[in-house]
């Protein structure tokens, strides 16, 4: 809990634009105290939790990593709580991609950010991968689970935020298509680099965004506001990283209304 407690300080801090000074002098406290609590040296007193939360415009339950049971988002679960699977159970083609670069020949961790309904996830675990998989909303996450129980195959799902989530331990593979541009641009060195630093030597990153074109449609509304990527921005990311793929294509299903994205795969040097 302190690292989670210490990772949200820092985070909502920096969204508001202020110093560890100005923190501190808001609670009466030095920038030294606001550095150790930033860093899990120590933890702020539980006096002043309320009128930090009241600082960085948060919840206590919030700034304490207590979201498990924060409202559904209403777009997303309506969307998979119907008994179909809304995006179908058939794997995406990047799927085939990572299998032909870290095929599973051994044991290998792959961690897929915003599965959905489990589809990819569920796929690789039929490959042979050790498959942990994670999604904001709670109906995906149970489709998932009804998914890998149906095909016989272990999956480690869970519900997390993409904003608030932070890696504990390092994966082979670290898969995701379809939500990167639903991170704030302020979010995105922290977050990408804390996907870097978790991925194994020898590791890949695999990851699929939307980025803005002045001829495509912007990516679709589903109730989180998105900040489209720069075409290229997500490759300079991995400048040091050997870059196995990378390719920027028009969604083929709606030709006519079609969005643009930039798809990467990156390996972590040995």
């Known amino acids: 809990m302190k690292n989670l407690i210490a990772g949200n300080i820092a985070r909502y801090r920096k969204e508001l634009k202020l110093t560890q000074e100005e923190l501190g002098k808001m609670l009466d406290v030095t920038f030294q105290a ?15 939790l309320p009128r930090l939360a009241e600082i960085l415009r948060i919840s206590v339950d919030k700034l304490l990593g207590y979201r498990a049971f924060d409202p559904p988002v209403s777009f997303i ?5 119907k008994e179909e699977y809304f995006g179908g159970v058939d794997p995406s083609p990047e799927c085939l991609r ?8 051994k044991r290998l961790k792959l ?5 959905g309904e489990g589809r990819d996830a569920v796929f690789f675990a039929r490959c042979g991968y050790e498959v942990s998989a994670t999604d904001l909303s709670v109906n995906g996450i149970e489709k998932t689970k009804r998914l890998a129980e149906k095909a016989r195959v272990p999956v480690n799902a869970f519900r997390s935020d993409i904003f608030d989530y932070r890696l504990d331990c390092k994966y082979d593979i670290i898969y995701s298509r379809g939500v990167f541009h639903f991170i704030k641009p302020e979010l995105r060195d922290e977050i990408i680099e804390d996907y870097r630093k978790h991925t194994n030597a020898g590791g890949l990153n695999a990851f699929t965004v939307g980025v803005a074109k002045p001829f495509t449609a912007p990516v679709p509304d589903i109730g989180i506001p998105s900040y489209p990527w720069r075409s290229g921005e997500l490759l300079m990311y991995y400048h040091d990283w050997r870059v196995e793929d990378f390719t920027e294509f028009i969604d083929e299903k709606r030709p006519e209304n079609g969005h643009a994205f930039n798809r990467l795969f990156a390996r972590k040097p040995l």
């Open 111 to 115: 961690l897929e950010i915003a599965c």
């Open 34 to 48: 606001v550095s150790k609590w930033e860093t899990g040296q120590a933890m702020p007193d539980i006096t002043l």
């Open 98 to 105: 990572v299998i032909a670069l870290m095929p599973p020949s």
């Open 77 to 81: 679960d309506e969307m998979y709580g």
